[in-house]
Nanobody
Framework: QVQLVESGGGLVQAGGSLRLSCAAS????????MGWFRQAPGKERVFVAAINWSGGSTYYADSVKGRFTISRDNAKNTVYLQMNSLKPEDTAVYSCAASPLTYYSTYYNDRNYDYWGQGTQVTVSS
């Protein structure tokens, strides 16, 4: 089992920045790709970003490319999502997830993630 806990959400003005953290428990953290997803009220959960087990490859939704950066520190069992130039449409609950798969195309689909955190609220005001 893998337990994930997100933190770092909050209320910011448009154009501001936040850094989300996802702390993972489990001695096999290095074996998992990690992803960030978000879900706005009344909408489906969508892919935001993913990073492979080593941190050498990253993947982003077009809507956040150039603004968000995903990274991981395996020594700290932590994954980060640096969010810059935030927009009101970024408002959502952000969740991190762990996937045992290694084929990059699987990272875009939330059905390929086995473990999920509880989520952290990000609200961006106009």
């Amino acid at each position: 089992q893998v337990q994930l806990v997100e933190s770092g959400g909050g209320l910011v003005q448009a154009g501001g920045s936040l850094r989300l953290s996802c702390a993972a428990s489990g001695r096999t953290f290095r074996s998992y790709a990690m992803g960030w997803f978000r879900q706005a009220p009344g909408k489906e959960r969508v892919f935001v970003a993913a990073i492979n087990w080593s941190g050498g490859s990253t993947y982003y939704a077009d809507s956040v490319k150039g603004r968000f950066t995903i990274s991981r520190d395996n020594a700290k069992n932590t994954v980060y999502l640096q969010m810059n130039s935030l927009k009101p449409e970024d408002t959502a609950v952000y969740s991190c997830a762990a996937s045992p798969l290694t084929y990059y195309s699987t990272y875009y689909n939330d059905r390929n993630y086995d473990y999920w955190g509880q989520g952290t609220q990000v609200t961006v005001s106009s």
